[in-house]
């Protein structure tokens, strides 16, 4: 069923590539075919036979399903399509269980009740819920989108080794810690049809994330032309063995991932200031990026330590700024901006250096002690000479 869903979004790239009618008229049949041979008239949703023989239903396909009708309904105008949506949502509503189980029997009784694998319970899901807010403005959505965000990156998510576990349980442990590279090929596939087509806001960390797949399945993919599909946890192979589902499917999520144009470009850090205020001095800087700036961070050493310090800037009236401890004394401080866009790509500025004056003293009670100690030695220095007289008086007398 995926692979058939997939199919029905490549002929419409196609389409929007080359305007060839005949891909449209291939993808209209293809939405046809799957629509009458797929869909349950009883319970609603799409479903097919599994690998055991049996109808079962996925979150994945009724969230692509939705994905390729609206597509289909952008490049026709035919509400049909667009119409249809809405029972794809719904089929999504019935499935949730604080996210989504692997598969489920057409009545929506959870048949595999282990969360796996992450194009199931997480991307599949985020593109129907996208489309969902887009098309509803549902808040209820909008609140599934969050929770399974926070699941992508709180389980599934390996924050050691980087990656997706494979398996989870019903309760969110992991089951099976190796990294299933059919599977991300797969998860970048949908990522891509979540920003081009769903109209998803981008988020930091999950891009963050999709970066290091890109990274890693490149890795993969340059050492061999046919790579395995599983790995252990620390992305070492578990067989030499090639897999061509496997390969396939990193290579359409690699080409769908790299056709969106993702930028490339880091954000620009200009106009670097430092201003002495009383006890603070603050730090502005301007960043700007072509898309948008993530994150802004000051680092900052003086000619009083070897360290560096980092604290985060905040973007007031367009301009980012941050406020540091003026020291008392005169100092020397060297400072440099880090800045990060939505998509990971991080821009380092050059060091600047500023000579800060220190925070004025009060010098009165210094004054005192220097004059006393003045009139001290005046003091000494004429008994001195008294005595030395005295003495020298003395021994002329003696003679």
Same mark, same amino acid.
């Given at each position: 069923?995926?692979?058939?869903?997939?199919?029905?979004?490549?002929?419409?790239k196609?389409? +929007?590539?080359?305007?060839?009618?005949?891909l449209?008229?291939i993808?209209?049949?293809l939405?046809?075919?799957?629509?009458?041979?797929?869909?349950?008239?009883?319970?609603?949703?799409?479903?097919?036979?599994w690998?055991f023989?049996?109808?079962?239903?996925?979150?994945?396909?009724?969230?692509?399903?939705?994905?390729?009708?609206?597509?289909?309904?952008?490049?026709?105008?035919?509400?049909?399509?667009?119409?249809?949506?809405?029972?794809?949502i719904?089929?999504?509503?019935?499935?949730?269980?604080?996210?989504?189980?692997n598969?489920?029997?057409?009545?929506?009784?959870?048949r595999?009740?282990?969360?796996?694998?992450? +194009?199931?319970?997480?991307?599949?899901?985020?593109?129907?819920?996208?489309?969902?807010?887009?098309l509803?403005?549902?808040?209820t959505?909008?609140?599934?989108?969050?929770?399974?965000?926070?699941?992508e990156?709180e389980?599934f998510?390996?924050q050691?080794?980087?990656?997706?576990?494979?398996?989870?349980?019903?309760?969110?442990?992991?089951?099976?810690?190796?990294?299933?590279?059919?599977?991300?090929?797969?998860?970048?596939?949908?990522?891509?049809?979540l920003?081009?087509?769903?109209?998803?806001?981008?988020?930091?960390?999950?891009?963050?994330?999709?970066?290091?797949?890109v990274?890693?399945?490149?890795?993969?993919?340059?050492?061999t032309?046919?790579?395995?599909?599983?790995?252990?946890?620390?992305w070492?192979?578990?067989?030499?063995?090639?897999?061509v589902?496997?390969?396939?499917?990193?290579?359409?999520?690699?080409?769908?991932y790299?056709?969106?144009?993702?930028?490339?470009?880091?954000?620009i850090?200009?106009?670097?200031?430092?201003?002495?205020?009383d006890?603070?001095?603050?730090?502005?800087?301007?960043?700007t990026?072509n898309?948008?700036?993530?994150?802004?961070?000051?680092?900052?050493?003086?000619?009083?330590?070897?360290?560096?310090?980092?604290?985060?800037?905040?973007l007031?009236?367009?301009i980012?700024?941050? +406020?540091?401890?003026?020291?008392a004394?005169?100092?020397?401080?060297?400072?440099?901006?880090?800045?990060?866009?939505?998509?990971?790509?991080?821009?380092v500025?050059?060091?600047?250096?500023f000579?800060?004056?220190?925070?004025?003293?009060?010098?009165?009670?210094t004054v005192?002690?220097?004059?006393?100690i003045?009139?001290?030695?005046?003091i000494g220095?004429?008994i001195?000479?008294?005595?030395a007289?005295i003495?020298?008086?003395r021994?002329?007398?003696?003679?």
């Amino acid at each position: 069923m995926f692979d058939l869903l997939n199919y029905l979004y490549g002929v419409m790239k196609l389409y +929007e590539m080359t305007a060839n009618e005949t891909l449209l008229s291939i993808a209209k049949d293809l939405w046809n075919y799957i629509y009458n041979n797929f869909r349950d008239s009883t319970y609603g949703g799409l479903m097919a036979f599994w690998d055991f023989g049996d109808y079962v239903k996925s979150s994945t396909w009724q969230s692509v399903y939705a994905v390729d009708s609206f597509m289909l309904y952008q490049l026709t105008n035919n509400v049909t399509y667009r119409d249809y949506i809405s029972e794809c949502i719904r089929t999504l509503e019935k499935m949730w269980d604080n996210g989504f189980h692997n598969s489920y029997d057409p009545d929506f009784v959870i048949r595999n009740s282990n969360r796996f694998s992450t +194009e199931i319970t997480i991307f599949g899901p985020l593109a129907g819920y996208s489309l969902g807010v887009l098309l509803t403005g549902n808040t209820t959505y909008s609140d599934r989108i969050l929770t399974l965000l926070y699941q992508e990156n709180e389980y599934f998510w390996d924050q050691n080794y980087g990656g997706y576990y494979y398996v989870l349980d019903p309760s969110f442990n992991v089951y099976d810690d190796r990294k299933n590279l059919h599977i991300h090929g797969f998860d970048l596939l949908l990522y891509s049809m979540l920003i081009t087509i769903c109209d998803f806001e981008l988020h930091a960390t999950l891009q963050e994330h999709i970066n290091y797949i890109v990274e890693k399945l490149c890795e993969k993919i340059n050492l061999t032309a046919v790579i395995p599909k599983m790995f252990y946890r620390d992305w070492s192979p578990t067989t030499t063995a090639a897999d061509v589902g496997a390969t396939l499917a990193v290579l359409s999520g690699l080409i769908s991932y790299r056709s969106m144009g993702i930028d490339g470009e880091p954000p620009i850090i200009s106009n670097v200031n430092l201003e002495e205020k009383d006890s603070k001095i603050l730090v502005t800087a301007n960043v700007t990026d072509n898309t948008a700036v993530d994150t802004v961070i000051l680092s900052y050493t003086t000619n009083t330590t070897s360290c560096w310090y980092n604290t985060t800037m905040t973007l007031i009236e367009e301009i980012y700024q941050a +406020e540091i401890h003026r020291p008392a004394q005169p100092t020397i401080f060297v400072v440099k901006i880090f800045a990060c866009d939505i998509y990971g790509n991080w821009a380092v500025s050059e060091e600047y250096q500023f000579e800060i004056g220190g925070i004025e003293t009060q010098q009165t009670s210094t004054v005192y002690p220097t004059l006393f100690i003045g009139v001290g030695v005046a003091i000494g220095f004429v008994i001195g000479i008294v005595i030395a007289l005295i003495f020298l008086k003395r021994k002329k007398s003696l003679e």
